[in-house]
Nanobody
Framework: QVQLVESGGGLVQPGGSLRLSCAAS????????MGWYRQAPGKQREFVTL???????SFADSVKGRFTVSRDNAKNTMYLQMNNLQPEDTAVYYC?????????????????WGQGTQVTVSS
């Protein structure tokens, strides 16, 4: 089983910054594409950003130019640097990963999610 644990959330004023981390642990063969999603109160969960194993990234239009994503494959950890945060960025941020596991003689891919970390942007 794979566990994804997010950290780094909190309360920040508009214009401020936060850095989220997502650490993976457990038994797996490889972490493939990893991403961040967020869910604001009363809204559906939405895509924020992703990063592939090779480092290719993609961002939602709403965060382009403000957020950056990176990963340390040796530490099985992904990071989300969020700058110039605005009240509309307030949400629970979830880490996601496509995880390859060894299943007998086969490799299988599973979708894993963390429990989420709250980010609140308010003055």
């Amino acid at each position: 089983q794979v566990q994804l644990v997010e950290s780094g959330g909190g309360l920040v004023q508009p214009g401020g910054s936060l850095r989220l981390s997502c650490a993976a642990s457990g038994r797996f063969f490889r972490l493939n594409t990893m991403g961040w999603y967020r869910q604001a109160p009363g809204k559906q969960r939405e895509f924020v950003t992703l990063i592939t194993l090779s480092g290719t990234t993609s961002f939602a239009d709403s965060v382009k130019g403000r957020f950056t994503v990176s990963r340390d494959n040796a530490k099985n950890t992904m990071y989300l640097q969020m700058n110039n945060l605005q009240p509309e960025d307030t949400a629970v941020y979830y880490c996601n990963a496509v995880v390859t596991r060894i299943n007998g003689l086969q490799l299988t891919d599973d979708d894993a999610w963390g429990q989420g970390t709250q980010v609140t942007v308010s003055s």
